[in-house]
């Protein structure tokens, strides 16, 4: 026994870790969100069968999240960025309000309660979903993106909900873009960069928001060193990250062969189904 699982229930979880991986990079390749709507829930029911207590069980999965979007970002980031699809003014101007989010988020996340997170996960989640699968040309905000104090505020609610969520921030940047009116082959290669500003910064403020969690559950072999580092599971990380970097690009060379409306349906399809997973754990409790 190990963690308080056999070794089948072990082999079981790292499998299906493993394919979750592969999954989530081309996932991060083909909408630009780093994969993290897809790892957090399945870290969610991974950790549930670990032991992993309820009250510190969605801050692991995305802290955990964050950990394994680093470099399956990257790598997003630089096959979208050799075809010339990376909107680099917009980088210049929301890197620092998106990375003053992100801080603020990983303080948020030593203190708020479980709920907030899924709160947050399933709000946003299924708003995105409406605004893609319903889409009409005529939502817009505007016929570009603006200037100035709005578009910093913009960049800032993106550094902090998606520290919250445990996503890349591909899934507001892409949001955003569209109902500017950018094209979503644009907003999809810009958010992998994004992705990489937010993971990043992310997953230390997520160490640093965790670490008191193994002393107050010393019994969770789960939360202690050398599985996890504060709220990112080292274990969960390992065994994610390589098959992620392998089909990142599959992904990206899938988003430029899809039509703009497909891209768009399939996206909003996907985050309403990971979304109504947690809205049954809200109601359940679970």
Not at 60 to 76: F, K, M, Q, Y
Not at 105 to 133: C, M, T
Request: charged share 10%; glycine share 12%.
């Amino acid at each position: 026994m190990i963690a308080g699982l056999d070794i089948a229930e072990i082999v079981e979880l790292a499998l299906l870790l493993i394919a979750v991986g592969a999954l989530s990079g081309f996932l991060a390749g083909v909408f630009g969100i780093g994969g993290g709507a897809i790892l957090v829930p399945v870290f969610y029911e991974c950790f549930r069968l670990a032991g992993v207590p309820l009250e510190v069980r969605m801050p692991l999965c995305v802290g955990t999240s964050l950990a394994v979007i680093i470099p399956t970002s990257i790598r997003s980031f630089q096959a979208h960025y050799k075809r010339g699809a990376v909107d680099m003014s917009i980088l210049r101007v929301w890197w620092l309000p998106i990375l003053i989010g992100v801080v603020a988020g990983s303080v948020v996340a030593r203190y708020a309660p479980e709920r907030l997170f899924k709160i947050v996960f399933v709000g946003v989640a299924w708003s995105a979903a409406v605004r893609l699968i319903f889409a009409r040309e005529t939502w817009k905000l505007g016929n570009d993106l603006p200037e100035g104090p709005l578009m910093r505020i913009y960049g800032f609610c993106v550094g902090i909900l998606s520290t919250l969520m445990g996503i890349g921030g591909g899934l507001f940047s892409n949001l955003l873009m569209t109902f500017y009116g950018r094209p979503i082959h644009q907003a999809v290669a810009t958010s992998s960069a994004l992705a990489v500003l937010i993971s990043i910064p992310g997953a230390l403020g997520y160490v640093y928001a965790g670490w008191p969690a193994a002393a107050t559950y010393p019994a969770v072999a789960a939360l202690q060193i050398p599985f996890a580092l504060g709220y990112v599971s080292l274990i969960g990380a390992v065994l994610v990250m390589p098959m992620s970097l392998v089909t990142a690009p599959l992904g990206v060379r899938a988003a430029h062969a899809m039509s703009k409306r497909t891209l768009e349906v399939a996206f909003g399809c996907y985050l309403f189904i990971v979304g109504s997973r947690f809205v049954m754990s809200l109601v359940g409790g679970q």
